[in-house]
């Protein structure tokens, strides 16, 4: 017959206990705890949620009713608490922020921990403010991660070996350009000008030219559907609904995607300029490395037509642009949930 383990000495020294009780907690931990990572953009906010995935995705704006002692006191007001990439009101962006965490929470579960993209150029005081504003919407712990350092990570870039990679992030309130060695940042640049600019210069447009006033989702909408970098010789036309410069009356008019290129050409061109400007300063090995590996394209004016083939017409450099750029950087900022116990507090 077949010796049975005698497990009773097992038992006794109290190691089954251990590896039962530790694997009790951490399921118990998992299941109460709801770890997320967050991208506060200048147009739109992400939370992705450990084992969950993109769980929130709205635009980075929050209607507030004036209180009694204002003008026009019981208006509502929309607010966007966040501008060029930074806390721009730190109260309206507690206020969204929190409600968005909400969505998240249960009663059975402890306050989450957090990981924010910023800025890779952000002030200290910037990112000390953001930190304090997650923890007064509800977070117990907030960790930063570069942006661009997200989108690479978003992107699946392999950084084995010493060759350099590059990014470019146009997002909402900002344009980054950042070059990562070994998935670090080495080198980093913004421009204040991005998404948001562009969709202010096509209402701006339409204003001029067809005495016709739009909101800005109409102006995105148009970017989008007819907008190009490079307008083909096909003439594109969209139909777009306003109010009348002269009247106030509704009404609408078809403007063409040649118009709205040549309207959008000088913020463009600042962009390409900007990252001219960059890949000068570095290194004859990183240029060389770019060339080989290309320079990634993400964020949301990504999305504007052959906004790439702009790029690598005027700089000579490939572009690859993600397959979804208005999620790569809180995909990116999610991957690195499971590692948070490594990282330091505020880091």
Not at 84 to 110: C, H, I, N, P
Request: glycine share 8%; charged share 25%; with cysteine.
């Amino acid at each position: 017959m077949e010796k049975r383990p005698d497990c009773g000495a097992a038992v006794r020294a109290g190691l089954f206990k251990k590896r039962t009780m530790a694997d009790l907690l951490n399921r118990l931990n998992e299941f109460i705890s709801c770890d997320l990572a967050i991208d506060l953009g200048s147009t739109n906010t992400l939370i992705y949620q450990q084992g969950c995935g993109i769980v929130v995705n709205e635009p980075s704006v929050i209607a507030l009713e004036r209180s009694a002692h204002e003008r026009r006191a019981g208006e509502v007001v929309m607010v966007k608490p966040v501008r060029g990439g930074a806390v721009a009101d730190f109260q309206a962006a507690r206020e969204m922020l929190t409600r968005f965490l909400s969505r998240t929470s249960a009663w059975y579960r402890k306050a989450p921990r957090v990981i924010a993209s910023a800025p890779a150029r952000a002030s200290q005081k910037e990112k000390r403010i953001l930190r304090v504003l997650i923890l007064a919407a509800g977070a117990r712990e907030v960790h930063l991660i570069e942006g661009p350092r997200a989108v690479a990570l978003g992107a699946g870039l392999d950084f084995s070996g010493e060759r350099s990679r590059m990014v470019v992030d146009i997002g909402g309130g900002i344009t980054e350009m950042a070059v990562l060695t070994d998935g670090k940042v080495v080198q980093a640049d913004s421009l204040p000008i991005a998404g948001e600019e562009m969709d202010r210069v096509i209402a701006a447009h339409i204003k001029k030219q067809h005495r016709l006033l739009v909101d800005a989702h109409a102006a995105e909408e148009i970017k989008f559907r007819i907008g190009d970098a490079s307008p083909a010789q096909e003439e594109l036309s969209f139909s777009v609904a306003g109010r009348r410069l002269d009247t106030g009356l509704p009404d609408s008019v078809n403007v063409t995607a040649r118009e709205i290129g040549t309207a959008l050409a000088p913020t463009l061109w600042t962009i390409v300029t900007a990252t001219q400007v960059f890949l000068r300063s570095l290194s004859p090995q990183q240029s060389v490395d770019l060339i080989d590996g290309g320079i990634v394209l993400a964020g949301g004016g990504s999305l504007l037509r052959n906004m790439d083939r702009l790029l690598e017409r005027e700089l000579r450099y490939p572009f690859l642009r993600v397959p979804d750029p208005l999620t790569c950087v809180v995909r990116g900022t999610g991957d690195v949930l499971p590692y948070l116990d490594q990282l330091n507090s505020g880091e």
